[in-house]
């Protein structure tokens, strides 16, 4: 559409600056809200649209002015003591993410423990505030004390995103992993290695973080089968890293998977515990594949299952930040943005060409008793 007005005319007809009208058109906090809908209304009113050249052209000016100053984005973690986070090699994974993004495109970065005593919502609001700390990164949760979470802060100072699902209000600007996309592929991987009764076992906690996207994946992927290959879930009960192996070796001895997808490495560490043999017996994947487990776990195999590639995660949700910063978008949005990202799925020694682990196998070898290992 033709540009019938300017940003000049414009001020001339609202009565304000220049400066105030370009501020208000770009919604920016420092102008009070009645101002801004004025503006707003009246620019709609006559026909003003931005020049996309000039609008570039500002967008540079402003970026190459906020990289001589420097500005601080702060990532927020809402653990129940201040680095507890690191505890969890996903989480560190996904702060370096971040960190690394907002070094490369100028900012300097900040971490800072949202839930420290006696630290309250409009306590720390103020803090951000005073120190010029416009973008933030929100954190996730402790996956066990707080598998969703319910956040407060001043939101009309800053530019926001979350990392992942669990944060369910308020609603923000996300990055996540797309789980259900990463549960199918690994499903569809499993099959054709040539597995035919693939199991789903996952912590309670996890499911929830990402609204049972996880669960829904293998759901509709086990109701597609014939109702003799299908295979009942088995749900954990949460307990940070530990499971339930009596359990465990039950709904193997029922449901007589000849693989199982999981949301944890762990599951892998409770099967070997069990005695079962990976992949002679049973093959392994999971959900869930960070690049450090190998040496985290010390385990000789190497798992196959989903990357979910948390140092982008991480970037993603700085890159979320900084257009707002740069469109000068504060406070919650409307319309939230949920960028989801791709896994890449990781072969690995937990699982086997089924018809080549066959022809290895001479009946009659413990090999070959798929129950020798079960227990209870």
Not at 33 to 49: C, N, Q, V
Not at 87 to 92: G, I, L, P, Q, R
Not at 158 to 175: E, M, N, Q, R, Y
Not at 280 to 286: K, L, N, P, Q, V
Request: charged fraction near 25%.
């Amino acid at each position: 559409m033709e540009r019938m007005c300017t940003v000049r005319q414009l001020a001339a007809l609202a009565g304000f600056s220049r400066t105030t009208v370009s501020l208000a058109l770009r919604n920016h906090p420092s102008i009070p809200e009645g101002t801004r809908s004025r503006i707003i209304d009246l620019a709609r009113e006559h026909g003003y649209t931005p020049d996309p050249l000039v609008s570039k052209l500002m967008t540079q000016l402003r970026t190459s002015r906020r990289k001589r100053s420097a500005e601080k984005l702060a990532y927020l973690t809402w653990w129940p003591t201040e680095y507890g986070w690191r505890e969890c090699t996903n989480d560190v994974i996904l702060f370096e993410g971040a960190r690394d993004r907002a070094l490369q495109i100028g900012y300097e970065f900040e971490h800072i423990w949202a839930k420290a005593p006696r630290l309250s919502a409009a306590r720390l609001s103020k803090i951000l505030y005073t120190r010029a700390i416009r973008g933030l990164i929100i954190g996730p949760p402790d996956p066990v004390v707080r598998p969703l979470a319910h956040i407060s802060l001043d939101w009309k100072y800053f530019s926001c995103a979350a990392i992942g699902l669990s944060i369910v209000k308020p609603d923000l600007h996300t990055a996540a992993h797309h789980h259900y996309h990463g549960t199918t592929l690994a499903l569809r991987k499993m099959r054709y290695h040539g597995y035919q009764r693939i199991g789903f076992a996952a912590r309670t906690g996890d499911i929830s973080r990402n609204n049972n996207s996880w669960l829904a994946g293998y759901h509709v992927y086990n109701q597609m089968l014939p109702r003799e290959r299908q295979v009942g879930p088995y749900m954990a009960e949460d307990q940070r890293n530990i499971w339930d192996r009596d359990a465990l070796a039950r709904w193997i001895d029922r449901e007589k998977p000849d693989a199982v997808l999981s949301t944890r490495v762990e599951a892998y560490l409770a099967m070997k515990d069990l005695g079962i043999r990976v992949p002679e017996d049973i093959g392994f994947a999971t959900l869930d594949l960070f690049e450090t487990q190998v040496t985290w776990l010390k385990l000789e195999s190497v798992i196959a299952g989903i990357d979910q590639k948390g140092r982008t995660l991480g970037a993603a949700a700085v890159d979320l930040v900084d257009t707002q910063l740069r469109s000068n978008e504060y406070g919650l949005p409307v319309d939230p943005r949920k960028v989801m990202l791709e896994g890449m799925w990781h072969e690995g020694t937990t699982l086997v060409h089924k018809k080549a682990l066959a022809a290895t196998v001479q009946p009659g070898t413990d090999a070959a008793d798929s129950g020798a290992w079960a227990k209870g």
